[in-house]
């Protein structure tokens, strides 16, 4: 039906088409009233009353009833939203969830830092001396083949491994004594009993008797070669027949000594102890 105005008395106002006008007058027993229409039919139009007004007012709720069902079926309130009627449905509260605590990170356990065990000390091997060449011994010695003789030339000389002293003769080698000691001061077994230091840290003496030319023999009295082990060698005594070579050492020497002949000679090799 189209209805046009609904008043605040309840009497509706407006132009009917002539079906509702029959619906309405058989179902609310409306009067009815014709007039002119520019559709060529006669309208009806509702005139107020008591019991036209409670027609009315049915009319309204039935109309309202039914637009709130259509409302209510096209978009039904979200259980969820705070924008629907008082009471219809319980709001619901979001409890929190605890905020969850960060674990502590673990403390990290110091690893122990392993002290080095002392190195034991290295076992000192024994110093080995330099080999000795062939013959060597370290001890005194003596010798001899003639009673009388004369020293024609003294020279000392350097050898691979040893340091040599020569006394050569002009006959044969008369006595001899080749004695080591351990310091490179020396006292002369003449009659004026002088002492001489040599160079080097040990010494060697060595004692020719007898020597006839001990007044006139000719040569070097002293030598200074600072050779590895002899460092210097001289004449100390010449007296009654007796003649005394000191020699200054590098250190306590071992010694090689033997004789030579044609022309006869004295020699007395010096290594290392």
Same mark, same amino acid.
């Given at each position: =039906?189209?209805?046009?105005?609904?008043?605040?008395?309840?009497?509706?106002?407006?132009?009917?088409?002539?079906?509702?006008?029959?619906?309405?007058?058989?179902?609310?027993?409306?009067?009815?009233?014709?007039?002119?229409?520019?559709?060529?039919?006669?309208?009806?139009?509702?005139? @107020?009353?008591?019991?036209?007004?409670?027609?009315?007012?049915?009319?309204?709720?039935?109309? %309202?009833?039914?637009?709130?069902?259509?409302?209510? @079926?096209?978009?039904?309130?979200?259980?969820?939203?705070?924008?629907?009627?008082?009471?219809? !449905?319980?709001?619901?509260?979001?409890?929190?969830?605890?905020?969850?605590?960060?674990?502590?990170?673990?403390?990290?356990?110091?690893?122990?830092?392993?002290?080095?065990?002392?190195?034991?000390?290295?076992? !000192?091997?024994?110093?080995?001396?330099?080999?000795?060449?062939?013959?060597?011994?370290?001890?005194?010695?003596?010798?001899?083949?003639?009673?009388?003789?004369?020293?024609?030339?003294?020279?000392?000389?350097?050898?691979? %491994?040893?340091?040599?002293?020569?006394?050569?003769?002009?006959?044969?080698?008369?006595? +001899?004594?080749?004695?080591?000691?351990?310091?490179?001061?020396?006292?002369?077994?003449?009659?004026?009993?002088?002492? +001489?230091?040599?160079?080097?840290? !040990?010494?060697?003496?060595?004692?020719?008797?007898?020597?006839?030319?001990?007044?006139?023999?000719?040569?070097?009295?002293?030598?200074?070669?600072? +050779?590895?082990?002899?460092?210097?060698?001289?004449?100390?005594?010449?007296?009654?027949?007796?003649?005394?070579?000191?020699? @200054?050492?590098?250190? =306590?020497?071992?010694?090689?000594?033997?004789?030579?002949?044609?022309?006869?000679?004295?020699?007395?090799?010096? !290594?290392?102890?």
């Amino acid at each position: =039906m189209h209805v046009r105005q609904l008043t605040r008395a309840g009497v509706v106002k407006g132009e009917l088409s002539d079906g509702d006008c029959r619906i309405l007058h058989s179902r609310y027993r409306w009067r009815l009233t014709t007039g002119a229409s520019s559709r060529g039919h006669e309208p009806c139009r509702a005139l @107020g009353g008591p019991r036209h007004n409670r027609s009315v007012r049915r009319l309204a709720t039935t109309l %309202g009833a039914m637009l709130l069902v259509v409302a209510c @079926g096209s978009a039904p309130p979200s259980p969820t939203s705070g924008s629907g009627p008082s009471g219809s !449905a319980s709001p619901i509260v979001s409890t929190p969830s605890p905020t969850e605590q960060p674990s502590p990170s673990p403390t990290p356990t110091a690893t122990p830092i392993a002290t080095p065990s002392p190195n034991p000390s290295p076992i !000192a091997t024994p110093t080995q001396g330099p080999t000795l060449p062939a013959d060597f011994a370290c001890a005194d010695a003596s010798g001899g083949m003639v009673a009388v003789s004369t020293v024609s030339d003294v020279r000392v000389g350097q050898h691979e %491994g040893y340091d040599r002293f020569v006394i050569e003769f002009g006959g044969g080698v008369p006595d +001899y004594t080749v004695v080591r000691q351990n310091s490179a001061t020396f006292q002369s077994g003449g009659g004026k009993g002088d002492q +001489y230091t040599l160079e080097g840290d !040990a010494g060697v003496m060595v004692t020719i008797h007898s020597v006839s030319n001990w007044t006139s023999s000719s040569g070097p009295t002293e030598f200074t070669p600072e +050779y590895p082990f002899l460092h210097q060698a001289k004449r100390i005594e010449s007296y009654e027949g007796y003649q005394q070579w000191a020699l @200054g050492v590098h250190s =306590m020497p071992c010694l090689r000594v033997f004789t030579l002949d044609s022309p006869s000679r004295l020699v007395v090799d010096i !290594a290392a102890g």
